[in-house]
């Protein structure tokens, strides 16, 4: 419908991005292929009228498929369809751009200039795989245009950058590229490795530090690629190709995946699973604070904060080294479990798993025998059973049931009869 409407109007349609590359990596492996986002270009108009051909286009596709919603992008140069069914099935996002002609005046229907214009979108994507087209509209409908060999890097399996200066335009693209090889079992092009390590080289903290500079914020791009990779289940190996090629340096440069931040790793995934068996807590970001917190204290409320992490993740590490310092000494002074409760249960899980993480295993077994165990436990009476006793509804109605707490915690209440006792 969308290749009948542009021709309609004498456009052509390209269907562009990661479905053509996963459409043809689909058909080579005889594979089977869910793509839930479309990219799609318009181009080959002829008046300088038509730049808002994507958004017109979307608009007439609206038209026809009232059950997608509109979204419109910047300068009427893009526009998103979306549908989406049910939160419990997948959505479709159609996202229709203009190919920018409008710096490239040329007479009507001349189709090498057409094609330049096409070719000109492409050469400012990031990977060879990534810069595919496919024709949908009329004449030569479903001819592949491959101006920068991806089709012969998609069969020799590497990723590929288009021009030396990519990495530096764009320092996300080397974490993009990172989850492709990885995500594809692709291998990084060795001229690719080295415009990487000389962007690298080049001072890119300084520039993915830097704050509102670009819309959308490089920051912004940086946090959503590596939500990508730490929630994706490749995210290990993904995590040591981005240090084995420095690239860790654009989180901050003194950021290595050394052995204590690997074992920290390690431990996190056991403890997630332990302690959050149903996700409440969002993991990839817990990763994400684990591998900041890895920095020295005074870099990690000014990284987080870069990459505009949630408010309470910043706070997190913000007040990680105070935290610890405090539950650690306390830790290591107390005798009875109700102060452990009384200390911990003023904490998030969050910042307590941060601290265990990087605790001694003494501390550390305190603090998961907190979550596991003595969080469980309550007083023998509750609130209703207080009132059956005959002590009046009271401000100090806190204070007895957090006493028969503290007593049922350290065992000095065993049962009703006790508790009673205990209150008298
Ligand atoms: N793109 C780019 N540089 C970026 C981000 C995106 O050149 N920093 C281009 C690529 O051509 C990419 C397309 O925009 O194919 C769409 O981007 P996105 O949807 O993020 O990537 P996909 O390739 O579709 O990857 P995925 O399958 O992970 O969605």
């Not at 998609?154 to 990723?159: D, F």
């Not at 990495?167 to 996300?172: A, K, N, S, V």
């Amino acid at each position: 419908t969308a290749s009948q409407a542009a021709e309609k109007r004498g456009w052509h349609l390209y269907l562009v991005g990661g479905a053509v590359r996963d459409l043809l990596l689909a058909e080579a492996t005889a594979g089977t292929l869910m793509i839930t986002d479309i990219d799609l270009v318009v181009d080959g108009f002829h008046k300088s009228a038509d730049v808002g051909a994507g958004v017109e286009l979307a608009k007439a596709l609206q038209e026809m498929y009232p059950a997608a919603r509109l979204e419109i992008h910047g300068a009427f140069q893009t526009a998103a369809l979306l549908w989406h069914k049910d939160p419990d099935l997948d959505s479709l996002w159609v996202d229709i751009a203009t190919a920018r002609t409008e710096f490239y005046p040329y007479p009507a229907a001349n189709p090498e200039v057409e094609a330049s214009s096409i070719r000109q979108d492409l050469y400012r994507r990031d990977f060879t795989i990534n810069a595919l087209a496919l024709r949908l509209t009329p004449p030569r409908a479903g001819e592949l245009l491959d101006f920068f060999g991806g089709l012969l890097d998609l069969k020799a399996k590497q990723i590929r950058v288009l021009h030396a200066n990519s990495f530096i335009e764009d320092p996300t693209r080397i974490y993009r590229g990172v989850r492709f090889a990885v995500r594809l079992g692709f291998a990084i092009e060795p001229r690719t490795e080295e415009y990487i390590r000389y962007a690298i080289n080049s001072g890119v903290y300084d520039r993915t530090a830097q704050t509102n500079t670009k819309t959308p914020a490089l920051q912004t791009r940086l946090k959503t690629e590596l939500k990508h990779i730490l929630e994706a289940p490749y995210w290990r190996s993904a995590l040591q190709l981005l240090d084995d090629l420095g690239a860790l340096q654009c989180i901050h440069p003194t950021l290595k995946l050394d052995s204590e931040l690997t074992r920290q790793l390690r431990l996190l995934e056991r403890c997630l699973r332990r302690f959050d068996p149903q996700q409440n807590l969002i993991h990839w970001q817990m990763r994400l604070e684990a591998i900041i917190a890895h920095l020295a204290p005074t870099h990690r409320g000014k990284v987080a904060k870069n990459l505009q992490l949630q408010e309470d993740s910043i706070k997190h590490l913000q007040n990680l080294a105070t935290a610890k310092t405090e539950i650690i000494g306390s830790l290591l002074k107390y005798q009875h479990h109700s102060q452990v409760v009384k200390l911990l249960r003023n904490y998030d899980l969050e910042i307590l798993i941060l601290i265990a993480l990087q605790s001694q295993q003494k501390i550390r077994r305190q603090i998961w025998n907190y979550l596991t165990v003595l969080t469980n436990i309550q007083p023998i009476l509750n609130g209703n059973d207080l009132k059956k006793l005959g002590y009046k509804p009271s401000p100090q109605y806190k204070q007895m049931l957090d006493d028969l707490l503290a007593g049922t915690l350290d065992g000095d209440i065993t049962n009703q009869r006790e508790a009673e006792e205990f209150l008298a």
